[in-house]
């Protein structure tokens, strides 16, 4: 009778693992696609070309979740940035080439959890036209979550592994690769439903927390650029400010076509348009992280994520009398924002 039971136990989570081959394939080839695009496609761990993977990193800053202080650390520090994204590179190679080949799926499922759930923090925000990065999440995390109970199934390494019983006689390989799990059903049911509870108490909280998506005015914050000016001082050796971009389209950076100063009467003092901006000398760019701020063809470029100090010295700054000021920056999309400084 219990080998009966057993049996038929084998066959539930052989069929439970078969059915989730989709799954498998698929979420694996996401991750492990990761790695065939930034090392044999083209390579972008190479922090001295152009798509390098740390400075996609240095967008998830300004509205990343709870790992934001991580994200700081690692972009103010581009040796330890570079380690990180070949580490985590290596990682997504492995994850996804083992969940695709099925072997050792739960323990690679776990890896899936883990890898969604970082990107769900640090993305999740991000989006041109959709919830892009959001949906890529907390899909990975439901999946990495269903595989970890199914294992592999009929299709898969792990199966093969089945076959030599001394290997299936394990508790080791159930826990790590696939087979029946040594749980009781009750406590099964209640991981089951207290894990997907738990995602699904995600799903809702990053959806809101990102995007509003459930309830309120729905906003998507890369569509327009928000740059956040700050540390404003002015004297007469010259103009000094922060510029923190911290909203707007990851793939391309806000185009500054113009800086300038009035006084309190709403007179411009100082005025540099993008020909003078696209000339903003290099060692007045302070930067701060990998995503660098610096002179385009036509104006002044911002990536996202990018914090930089800029400084502007100029004849018409020299002789200004105290009182109070007005900073404006001006987008090329017509976009402003402004500071008011007080001299």
Not at 179 to 198: D, T
Not at 273 to 291: Q, R, T
Not at 301 to 323: F, W
Request: proline content about 3%.
């Amino acid at each position: 009778m219990i080998q009966n039971n057993t049996k038929e136990m084998q066959q539930a989570y052989s069929l439970s693992g078969t059915f989730a081959l989709a799954l498998r394939l698929v979420v694996g080839w996401t991750y492990f696609s990761a790695f065939w695009r930034r090392l044999i496609l083209e390579n972008k761990l190479n922090p001295d070309e152009a798509g390098y993977i740390g400075e996609k990193f240095n967008h998830f800053l300004p509205n990343a979740l709870g790992i934001k202080p991580i994200i700081e650390y690692l972009v103010s520090n581009p040796e330890s940035l570079w380690w990180a994204m070949v580490a985590f590179t290596i990682i997504e190679g492995i994850v996804g080439l083992l969940i695709m080949l099925g072997f050792f799926t739960r323990l690679m499922s776990l890896g899936v959890l883990g890898l969604a759930t970082g990107i769900l923090l640090g993305s999740g925000w991000l989006g041109t036209t959709c919830l892009d990065e959001w949906q890529i999440g907390i899909l990975g995390m439901a999946t990495g979550f269903t595989l970890l109970f199914t294992g592999g199934g009929k299709y898969s390494i792990d199966n093969y592994w089945l076959a030599k019983k001394p290997i299936a006689n394990t508790k080791w390989f159930s826990w790590v690769a696939s087979g029946i799990l040594p749980i009781g059903e009750k406590r099964l049911n209640l991981i089951v439903i207290s894990g997907s509870a738990v995602i699904l108490f995600m799903t809702l909280f990053t959806n809101q927390y990102f995007h509003n998506g459930v309830w309120g005015l729905l906003h998507n914050k890369s569509v327009k650029p928000i740059v956040e000016i700050s540390d404003t001082t002015l004297n007469n050796e010259g103009l000094v400010f922060t510029v923190f971009r911290t909203e707007g389209a990851d793939v391309y950076g806000s185009f500054l076509i113009g800086i300038t100063l009035k006084d309190q009467d709403g007179k411009i003092v100082l005025q540099q348009d993008g020909d003078e901006l696209s000339k903003f000398p290099l060692l007045d760019i302070e930067n701060s992280y990998v995503a660098k701020v610096r002179p385009g063809k036509h104006s002044l470029v911002i990536p996202l994520g990018s914090k930089a100090k800029l400084r502007i010295k100029d004849e018409s700054i020299v002789n200004l009398r105290k009182g109070r000021y007005e900073l404006v920056l001006t987008d090329i999309s017509g976009i402003t924002w402004s500071e008011r400084i007080t001299f």
